[in-house]
């Protein structure tokens, strides 16, 4: 296992702070190196959840992932509305793209009646993206909980608009609302291979569940991945920087290669929520550096 000192020591890492308080990160290798080299090949990319970025406007958190040199965001919709015009979302575009930006996918959306789910669906194709992060729930006695009547319209739509739709799991904090990947795929086994999930591996391991097992087990039903590290493997646990959590990341990178992932891995950072930028950029760099370490 590679222990967070060797990782630094062997995975050539850089990351920096300026007197100004912004952040960069350096990291080692690319796809060319790495095949001249007879290395794996990643088929993963690196992006981060729009909900890292739930204080900031949209300039201000492409301004942080061009800092960290990452370009893939998921959208949420505190920076496109979901009754976006399509000028409104052709700016969008535009502006992600003058920071080498792609928003590749939207959500998570909530998702509480047929009509939530039918505007959620048009929203995702206006966008232009082919996954929809999404909870689609029930109220009973007020409280949110899984809905598997939503989920069998949500299976027509995957196969009318050909978006995957990917169910976010939420740990013991919700245990009604998909605590695990293991709840949804109880719901879901049996429909459109497209509905599938949004597997987030902090949430997963707080549940008590192994991540590098779900990855493998469901490897042809995740379509979105929220990567994070937390403290313990309980509802205790707390998000902290990518190195310094009870994951084991380096096992879940050769996971990500031995079901050979195609999708994003998009870091969500819910630590220091205010001023995220130093621990988004140690999380970049510790990920990256632990991809190339373990090839």
């Known amino acids: 296992m590679i222990t967070r000192r060797s990782f630094f020591k062997q995975a050539g890492v850089a990351v920096a702070a300026t007197a100004g308080g912004s952040a960069v990160f350096t990291g080692t290798g690319n796809a060319q190196e790495a095949a001249a080299a007879g290395q794996v090949q990643n088929t993963f990319r690196l992006g981060i959840a729009g909900y890292t970025f739930n204080k900031f406007k949209l300039d201000q958190a492409i301004e942080m992932l061009k800092k960290v040199d990452v370009h893939y965001l998921c959208i949420k919709d505190f920076h496109l509305p979901l009754t976006s015009t399509d000028e409104e979302i052709a700016a969008f575009h535009a502006k992600c793209r003058s920071y080498d930006v792609t928003g590749y996918g939207v959500g998570p959306i909530y998702m509480g009646s047929a009509e939530e789910v039918n505007n959620a669906f048009a929203y995702a194709r206006r966008v232009g993206v082919k996954t929809l992060v999404g909870v689609p729930f029930k109220l009973v006695s007020r409280q949110r909980v899984s809905s598997p009547e939503l989920l069998q319209l949500i299976?027509?739509?995957?196969?009318?608009?050909?978006?995957?739709?990917?169910?976010?799991?939420?740990?013991?904090?919700?245990?009604?609302?998909?605590?695990?990947?293991?709840?949804?795929?109880?719901?879901?086994?049996?429909?459109?291979?497209?509905?599938?999930?949004?597997?987030?591996?902090?949430?997963?391991?707080?549940?008590?569940?192994?991540?590098?097992?779900?990855?493998?087990?469901?490897?042809?039903?995740?379509?979105d991945i929220h990567i994070k590290n937390v403290t313990t493997p309980d509802k205790r646990g707390r998000c902290v920087e990518m190195s310094r959590g009870a994951i084991d990341i380096p096992a879940f990178v050769r996971a990500l290669r031995a079901v050979k992932y195609r999708g994003v891995c998009s870091l969500e950072y819910e630590k220091d929520m205010d001023n995220p930028l130093a621990g988004i950029a140690e999380s970049v760099g510790y990920f990256r550096g632990v991809v190339d370490a373990t090839r």
């Open 155 to 223: 299976n027509g739509k995957v196969r009318e608009f050909d978006i995957q739709y990917a169910i976010h799991n939420h740990g013991p904090d919700m245990p009604e609302l998909f605590p695990s990947a293991e709840s949804a795929m109880a719901l879901i086994r049996d429909l459109d291979k497209r509905v599938g999930l949004c597997l987030d591996i902090g949430h997963q391991f707080r549940d008590g569940k192994d991540p590098v097992k779900t990855m493998v087990e469901f490897a042809d039903r995740i379509h």
